[in-house]
């Protein structure tokens, strides 16, 4: 098993910045693809970034390609998601999940709430 908790959400006005934190406690960590997910109201959840384990890869959607980072600490057991010039379309409950050896997403954090007010 492997526990997720997020942090670092709030509320922040257009063209600001926020950094999330996911800490995970549990399994190796560094044997986890981890990647970051966002649900806004009344929509379905969607990809946002992913890192492989050795962080040596990362991917973006399109929407916050440019945008938004990606990055892990494996001594620390923290994945981050840096994300700069937020759009108030960036404004949704941002999930972390994990998936072992990059397969299936099988563990996910409880979220936090960003707002980006216009």
């Known amino acids: 098993q492997v526990q997720l908790v997020e942090s670092g959400g709030g509320l922040v006005q257009a063209g600001g910045s926020l950094r999330l934190s996911c800490a995970a406690s549990?399994?190796?960590?560094?044997?986890?693809?981890m990647g970051w997910f966002r649900r806004a109201p009344g929509k379905e959840r969607e990809f946002v970034a992913k890192?492989?384990?050795?962080?040596?890869?990362?991917y973006y959607a399109p929407s916050v390609k440019g945008r938004f980072t990606i990055s892990r600490d494996n001594a620390q057991s923290t994945v981050y998601l840096q994300m700069n010039s937020l759009k108030p379309e960036d404004t949704a409950v941002y999930y972390c999940?994990?998936?072992?050896?990059?397969?299936?997403?099988?563990?996910w954090g409880q979220g936090t709430q960003v707002t980006v007010s216009s």
């Open positions: 549990g399994r190796t960590f560094s044997y986890y693809t």
């Open positions: 890192i492989t384990w050795n962080a040596e890869s990362t």
């Open positions: 999940a994990a998936a072992y050896k990059g397969l299936q997403y099988n563990y």
